[in-house]
């Protein structure tokens, strides 16, 4: 058994499509129209394209906003994404206009980061000492 498919819910499914893209380097794997306005829309990291794959799903369910402003809330990741460095992704990404809510920080073997994705969730960045 593998991991073949997680999602994050997002408010505008374009805007998520350019962050997740354009800023944090991921690629477009899937995208199929859904009914009227949504899609089917995954991404992937570059480096492994046949990997898992990141659904942006429309946050159009009821329980969406209480769950996902909760976690916003409390400071609590929806995801976490592994990082060669995450000090110099932390820089890269601040020059192109990040905003973090964290800045990196040791935590034993590992050192994390969590940045607001503009799409209403919070997404740790981490990376394991070697």
């Known amino acids: ?4 498919l997680t999602s994050v819910f997002v ?32 991404v992937v990291s570059p480096d492994e394209p046949g990997g898992t794959e990141l659904l942006l799903e429309p946050a159009g369910h009821p329980a969406v906003k209480t769950y996902r402003d909760t976690l916003v809330q409390d400071g609590i990741p929806l995801a976490q994404f592994a990082v060669d460095d995450v000090r110099a992704e932390y820089e890269r990404l601040r020059g192109l206009g990040v905003r973090f809510t964290q800045e990196p920080v040791e935590m034993g073997p590992v050192t994390t ?9 919070l997404i740790q960045l981490a990376t394991q000492a070697q």
């Open 11 to 42: 408010d505008d499914q374009a805007k998520a499509l350019h962050f997740y893209t354009e800023i944090l380097g991921f690629v477009k794997k899937h995208d199929v129209p859904v009914g009227e306005k949504d899609r089917w829309l995954t």
């Open 113 to 121: 980061a969590v940045l607001d994705d503009t799409c209403g969730n």
């Open 1 to 4: 058994m593998k991991i073949h």
